[in-house]
């Protein structure tokens, strides 16, 4: 079975201060990784995915995730915080083995302070 | 608009009763997947369809039950509701196996009093 695991539930930047949400994954098979943001009462809207191409992946927003096989990991990173990234970040793995389904990370909250 | 249409959006209703959550897939899209948002369990997986059929199961209670219609289409239906049915119900559709992406909607919020 595929998982995730968020590191961090909660964490604090300031403004224009770079953003790490670290993610290591699970996996039996070659993943599908995904971060995914929640706003606040809003539904879910896809950042970046990686899908075994190139290991560094860029997203929309200025957001990035580097896939390392020998860590597990796909950590979530962003040069430079913006107020409007305050939100609900799920790290999410899928694979062949589980229809595809998507597995959730329990979530980082981003804050960011002024 | 993110292209995948659920409705309701809200929905209040009593214990006991029985509810039917609607969710409409993107254009050229297969697969539909029902996802359950709660604060204590997270996100969590909870049935897939792919054109018709079901193809995964997750966690999914024994008084939940879906179904995809032939235009795609699909209707997560729940029973003898509980106060722990309280949720946010998202629906996403891709277009085969996932590993292109997936698209949500905006979820039903279900709120069982």
């Known amino acids: 079975a595929q998982s995730v695991t968020q590191l961090d539930s909660h964490v604090s930047v300031s403004e224009g201060t770079p953003v790490l949400l670290r993610c290591n994954y699970s996996?039996?098979?070659?993943?599908?990784l995904f971060w995914y943001v929640q706003h606040p009462n809003k539904g879910l809207q896809l950042l970046l995915k990686?899908?075994?191409?190139?290991?560094l992946v860029k997203g929309i927003n200025g957001f990035e995730a580097e896939f390392k096989k020998s860590e597990t990991s796909f950590h979530l990173t962003k040069p430079s915080a913006h107020m409007s990234d305050a939100a609900e970040y799920f790290c999410v793995v899928s694979g062949e083995n589980s229809g595809y389904a998507l597995n959730f990370g329990k979530g980082t909250s981003l804050l960011v302070t002024p | 608009d993110s292209g995948v249409t659920q409705t309701p959006k809200h929905l209040i209703t009593a214990t006991g009763q029985r509810v039917t959550l609607r969710c409409s897939p993107r254009?050229?899209?297969?697969?539909v997947y029902w996802y359950q948002q709660s604060l204590d369990q997270g996100l969590q997986f909870l049935i897939q369809y792919y054109n018709g059929e079901e193809r995964a199961k997750g966690n999914i209670l024994e008084r939940f039950s879906a179904q995809q219609f032939p235009d795609l289409h699909s209707e997560l239906n729940l029973s003898s509701l509980e106060l722990g049915d309280s949720a946010l119900y998202f629906c996403a559709s891709s277009a085969s196996g996932g590993s292109y992406g997936y698209t949500f909607g905006s979820g039903t919020r279900l709120t069982v009093v």
């Open positions: 254009s050229g899209d297969l697969s």
């Open positions: 996996s039996s098979y070659s993943p599908s």
């Open positions: 990686y899908t075994s191409a190139a290991t």
